[in-house]
C-alpha cells in the first residue's frame, strides 16, 4: 500500500499562533489556564495537559485571582475581559485575528441594527466557542441559525444584516443565504436591498481547503480523516471527502484504523481539520506501515 499525508492539512495560522503562545508561556510557568479545549483534539489537548495547560470553563474563571489565563484562537465575548479586570487576571490573548476583526464587524453591525429596530443574524453552530463570542459582541441578543428550520426565528418584517462564523462552509452559508433572501421577498414588503445584508465573514484559509481536499480524496483509494469529533471543521471537510471518495473514513487517531478498509496496492491518503496537529497524522501513517509489515 502506498501511503501520504496532504500537506494542505494540519492547523490554520489561529490555532498554531495559540498553541506556540501556549508552549512559550508555560515555558517560563509550570502551569497555564486555558478558557476552553486549546483547540478541538483531544490527543493535542492531552500532550499539553503534561506541559502543564490547564482547561478550565467561564465559571471556574470566576472564581480565579492573580493568575495567568490563555484565550484560545475563537476569541471571547466582552465579559471575558470584564471578569479578568475584575479579578486581577492577565489574560494571554490568542485570539485570531480574523476572528478578533469579524468580532469588530458584528459590533458595528449590531450598534447599526439596534438604532434601525433591525436584527444580527449569525450562520453557525449554537454553543460553539466563536459564535459565543460573536454573540457577545451584540449583547447575545443574535440570531444563531445552522439550517433551514432555524430561519422562523427570523422576524422578515425588520432588517437584517447576516454574518458567518469563519469556519463554516461557504456552499452552506450562500444556501442560507440565498434562503433568507427568498423569505424576504415573499413575506417582506420591503426590498431585498434595503432590508437585507450580507458578509460573506468565513476564513478563506479555511474554506479554500474544501477544493484541495476534493481534488485529495479523488487522488486516493482511502482517505483517512483525522480528526477530532468536536471540531466544525472536521465534519464539514470530511463531508467534501466523503461526497468525493466514498471510501472515506472519519478517525481520531491510529488506534480507531481498521484493516478490513483495505485492498492489496491501495492508495491511500491521510489529511485532517484545521484543528488537526501533523504529528496525529504521521502517527497513523506509521501505524499503516506496521500494517504493510
Known amino acids: 500500500m502506498k501511503v501520504s499525508i496532504d500537506h494542505n492539512s494540519g492547523y490554520c495560522f489561529g490555532v498554531e499562533y495559540a498553541i506556540q503562545m501556549a508552549e512559550d508561556e508555560m515555558e517560563q510557568s509550570k502551569e497555564l489556564y486555558c478558557l476552553g479545549d486549546i483547540v478541538h483534539n483531544d490527543m493535542e489537548v492531552k500532550r499539553l495537559y503534561k506541559k502543564g495547560l490547564r482547561v478550565i470553563d467561564h465559571e471556574q474563571l470566576r472564581n480565579l485571582h492573580d493568575c495567568k489565563v490563555l484565550i484560545r484562537a475563537h476569541g471571547e465575548p466582552p465579559e471575558t475581559y470584564s471578569i479578568a479586570i475584575k479579578n486581577n487576571i492577565e489574560l494571554i ?6 476572528v478578533l476583526k469579524l468580532q469588530n464587524r458584528v459590533k458595528d453591525a449590531s450598534d447599526k441594527m439596534h438604532n434601525e429596530n433591525g436584527q444580527v443574524v449569525i450562520y453557525g453552530k449554537e454553543g460553539h466557542a466563536e459564535v459565543i ?19 422562523d426565528k427570523i422576524d422578515y418584517s425588520r432588517p437584517v444584516t447576516f454574518f458567518s462564523q469563519t469556519t463554516k462552509s461557504t456552499k452552506g452559508f450562500y444556501d442560507i443565504k440565498s434562503k433568507i433572501e427568498g423569505r424576504f421577498k415573499e413575506k417582506s414588503k420591503v426590498s431585498t436591498e434595503e432590508s437585507f445584508v450580507y458578509h460573506d465573514s468565513i476564513c478563506r484559509q479555511v474554506s479554500n481547503r474544501e477544493s484541495k481536499m476534493k481534488s485529495f480524496a479523488e487522488e486516493h483509494d482511502v482517505v483517512l480523516f483525522v480528526s477530532g469529533k468536536k471540531s466544525s471543521n472536521g465534519k464539514a471537510l470530511y463531508k467534501v471527502c466523503k461526497d468525493y471518495n466514498k471510501r472515506s473514513y472519519f478517525i481520531e487517531n491510529s488506534s480507531e484504523v481498521n484493516p478490513d478498509w483495505f485492498h492489496k496496492n ?28
Do not use: F, H, R, Y
Not at 93 to 98: I, K, L, R, W
Not at 280 to 285: E, F, I, P, Q, Y
Open 93 to 98: 490573548d490568542a485570539s485570531c485575528p480574523v
Open 266 to 293: 491501495d492508495s491511500i491518503g491521510i489529511c485532517g481539520a484545521t484543528s488537526t496537529p501533523m504529528w496525529l497524522m504521521k502517527n497513523v501513517a506509521k501505524s499503516l506501515s506496521n500494517l504493510n509489515d
Open 133 to 151: 463570542g460573536l454573540d457577545g459582541q451584540t449583547n447575545n441578543e443574535a440570531i444563531i441559525v445552522t439550517q433551514e428550520t432555524d430561519l
